[in-house]
C-alpha cells in the first residue's frame, strides 16, 4: 500500500518495511516520553521550558532516532561483500562527508555572511569539521555493519 510517507522511503521492499518499523518505534517513544513530560509539568508545575522547545526536541527525537536505527541495522550498504568493494565504499564515505561539510558551510555562509573576525572563520571551520565527522562516523558506522552483516550471510549461504 502506498500513501503519501512513501516519497520518503526507500524505494527497495525490505528497506522501506525496516523504515517503517523504525518510525513506528520512534512513534511509541514519542508518545511515552509525551507522557511522562505531561506527567511531571502536571505535577510539579515546571514553567521554565515552554512547549514549543519540548515539540521540537521530541520531534528532533524521532527524526534522530529513526535516522540511527537506519544506520545501525545494516541494510544501507546491501552489495559490499568483500575488501575491495569496502575500501571503495569508506573512500566514497569520505568525500561524500566532505562534499556535505562544504555544501553546509557555503549555506552557512550565504545565511550568516562573509566572518569579519577571526572567531567567526574559527566557528565556521569547526561546525564545518564536527558535521564531517558526524556524517563520516555514521556511513561509516553503517558501512562497517553491513559489511559484517553481508560477510555472516555470505558464510551462512556457502553451507
Not at 41 to 60: C, M, P, W
Request: aromatic residues 18%; proline residues 1%.
Amino acid at each position: 500500500m502506498k500513501s503519501w510517507l512513501s516519497i520518503f522511503l526507500p524505494n527497495d521492499e525490505y528497506k522501506e518495511k525496516r523504515v517503517l518499523y523504525f518510525l513506528a518505534e520512534s512513534a511509541v517513544v514519542l508518545l511515552a516520553i509525551s507522557f511522562i513530560f505531561l506527567a511531571v509539568k502536571r505535577f510539579y508545575h515546571i514553567n521554565q521550558i515552554s512547549d514549543e522547545i519540548v515539540v521540537t526536541a521530541l520531534s528532533g527525537l524521532v527524526i534522530i532516532y529513526t535516522i540511527i536505527r537506519y544506520m545501525i541495522s545494516g541494510i544501507e550498504y546491501s552489495n559490499i561483500f568483500n575488501k575491495t568493494e569496502y575500501k571503495k565504499e569508506v573512500r566514497s564515505i569520505v568525500f561524500q562527508s566532505l562534499k556535505f561539510a562544504v555544501l553546509f558551510s557555503v549555506i552557512y555562509l550565504l545565511f550568516t555572511g562573509i566572518p569579519e573576525a577571526k572567531e567567526g572563520w574559527v566557528d565556521l571551520l569547526g561546525l564545518s569539521f564536527l558535521i564531517w565527522t558526524f556524517m563520516f562516523f555514521l556511513n561509516y558506522f553503517s558501512l562497517k555493519h553491513s559489511f559484517k552483516k553481508n560477510c555472516e550471510l555470505e558464510e551462512d549461504n556457502k553451507w
